[in-house]
């Protein structure tokens, strides 16, 4: 890498520590989390009957070192100070259940940059240091068979991840099956995940491969893995431990061969300590974690993503008007929704030119904003966005045949939120099942 490409990627600081316990034994905290709790698999784990699970969590940071509860039940305290999240710079104490840990700052540690890279791994688009760093992370996981977890928040591109690491690996040429475990019909959820024999319950006229066996040789993503029903938590538990699936009415157990790759939004760790979510399922799942970065900490990518929602939308040739306008009109704001909120702000105003922003932001449901209806003109700005979404929307459906995983895919929306589009504008499609 050049002096000057160097230059240009600013290093980063980290701020960590050491975490003493009682027992003199000593973790580095640093940029990989470290989980204190009563579970093995937990980096400091405890015999500690008042310490939860996975009772908190602690990272390093440029600011500092961040202490995070994780919803355990007795409170992470500070020096007596229940906290639900703060961050350390000084030496400390830290009290968990009965049991209190020291913390002793280190001196700040400076990371060089990462060496100048690829602006892509699959359909991730960036080549700020954040993603520059994702993108090793992930072509070291798609090398590997290993169950991996993404977590991230809502736009920031779970499922894009999942398919590169799929695209990366020795199963690229094996099939990539999608479940959205949020959309999974309680009545069907078994039979949709592991197939079915005919006549195993009403309707069932036929035999039918489940999502597993249709995945043989690729892979299976399990997206928003935090709605999976409680009473298949123990049968894809099983498919972990075994790789085997059991069909509903079938007397037997058929081998599959798959990876599975899980995304969610919630922290399951705190699920875990509400006894919401299976500890030994998560810890089987969690091989690998991968948390993607949201927008506001690679702002730096906006022109790259700018450009690639004007692509979508066939207006390549307004990438820099439109980057301009963004830059101009959002300064300051943090984007909640994320890559997925920019693109879509991004793809009106390449298709409707520079209209008042006030219109565009509800799109991804900006706080602070209202849609107030335009009126300067025989034709209102939200009716003319209405139709400009209706025939986008029909458009996509011809030609996806109806598969919401492909249109979302397509225009950077969750599957959930392509179905509430579909809804409001009163589209009615059959979709496929998967979908």
Known sequence: ??????????????????????????????LEAVTVGRAA??????????????????????KGVLVRDLGSTNGTFIDS???????????????????????????????????????????????SPPMVRLYEL??????????????GETGTGKELAARAIHDASSRKKGPFVVIDCGALPASLAEATLFGHERGAFTGAVARSEGAFQSANGGTVFLDELGELPDELQPKLLR????????????????????????????????????????????FRI?????????????IEDLPELVAVACERVGAPGESERVTDYVRRRFVGYDWPGNARELMNVASVLAVLGDQPADGLLPIEGAAGTEQAELSDGPTSFLEAKRSF??????????DTDGNISEIARRCGLARHQVRAHLKKLGIVREIRLLG
């Open 41 to 62: 698999s937990a980096t400091l784990s405890l015999a500690d009957p008042e310490v939860s699970a996975l009772h908190c969590e602690l990272v390093g940071t440029p």
């Open 239 to 282: 498919v972990l431990a075994e790789r085997s699936i059991k069909p509903v009415g079938a007397s037997h157990y058929v081998p599959v061969d798959v990876r599975i790759i899980a995304a969610t939004r919630r922290d399951l760790r705190r699920a875990i300590n509400a006894n919401r979510f299976r500890e030994d399922l998560f």
């Open 81 to 127: 100070i229940g906290v639900r999240e703060c961050v350390l710079t000084a030496a400390t104490s830290l009290r968990v259940g009965s049991t209190v840990l020291r913390f002793v700052p280190s001196a700040p540690r400076v990371l060089d940059p990462p060496a100048a890279g690829p602006r892509a791994f699959g359909p991730l688009r960036g080549a």
């Open 1 to 30: 890498m050049s002096d000057a490409t160097r230059r240009r990627l600013p290093p980063a600081v980290i701020r960590g520590g050491t975490l003493i316990a009682p027992d003199a034994r000593e973790i580095a905290v640093g």
């Open 286 to 298: 969690a091989q690998v974690r991968v948390e993607l970065p949201p927008l506001r900490d690679r």
């Open 389 to 398: 979404e209706e025939r986008y929307f029909r458009r996509l459906l011809d």
């Open 138 to 151: 992930l072509d070291k996981i798609a090398r590997t068979e290993l169950t991996v977890l993404i977590t």
